[in-house]
C-alpha cells in the first residue's frame, strides 16, 4: 500500500512540475502516473549500470555527473512515453532537480513518528 501511496504521489509531482515548467509537457494525469512508473522502473535497471560505467567522470566531478544521469533517463523516458515530452537535457535537469525536491517532500510528510 505504501508503494503504491509514492507511486501516486510521484505521479502528483511529475503533474505539478510539468505544469509550472515550461519545456515539460504531459498529456494527463494517467501519463504522468506512467512516467512516474517509467522512472521508477528505469532509476532500478538503467541508472545503476550508467551510475557504474560513468564512475571515473562522477568522481572527477565531486557527483555532478550524477544530474545529467538523471537528465539522460529523463530523456529516455520521453522517448518510450507518448504524452510525455521534454525540451531539451537542461531542462531534463531542472525537473530532475524539481523532482527530486518535491517527491522528498512528499515522502517526508508519509513518514511516520518513531515513538
Known amino acids: 500500500m505504501k508503494l503504491l501511496t509514492k507511486l501516486l504521489l510521484n505521479a502528483v509531482a511529475v503533474f505539478v512540475i510539468a505544469y509550472f ?3 515539460v509537457h504531459v498529456d494527463n494525469y494517467i501519463t504522468a502516473l ?3 512508473f517509467v522512472l521508477s ?3 532500478l535497471i ?5 551510475v557504474i560505467f560513468t564512475l571515473p567522470i562522477t568522481i572527477v566531478t565531486l557527483g555532478l555527473f550524477l ?10 523516458a520521453d522517448n518510450l ?7 531539451s537535457i537542461w531542462i ?3 525537473f530532475s532537480i524539481l523532482l527530486s525536491v518535491l517527491q522528498s517532500i512528499f515522502h517526508s510528510l508519509l513518514k511516520e513518528d518513531k515513538k
Do not use: E, M, W
Not at 538503467?46 to 550508467?50: A, C, D, Q, Y
Open 21 to 23: 515548467l515550461d519545456g
Open 81 to 87: 512515453i507518448a504524452g510525455f515530452s521534454v525540451s
Open 92 to 94: 531534463a535537469v531542472l
Open 46 to 50: 538503467v541508472k545503476p549500470i550508467l
Open 67 to 76: 544530474l545529467i544521469i538523471n537528465a539522460l533517463i529523463i530523456l529516455l
Open 34 to 36: 506512467i512516467v512516474a
Open 41 to 43: 522502473v528505469l532509476n
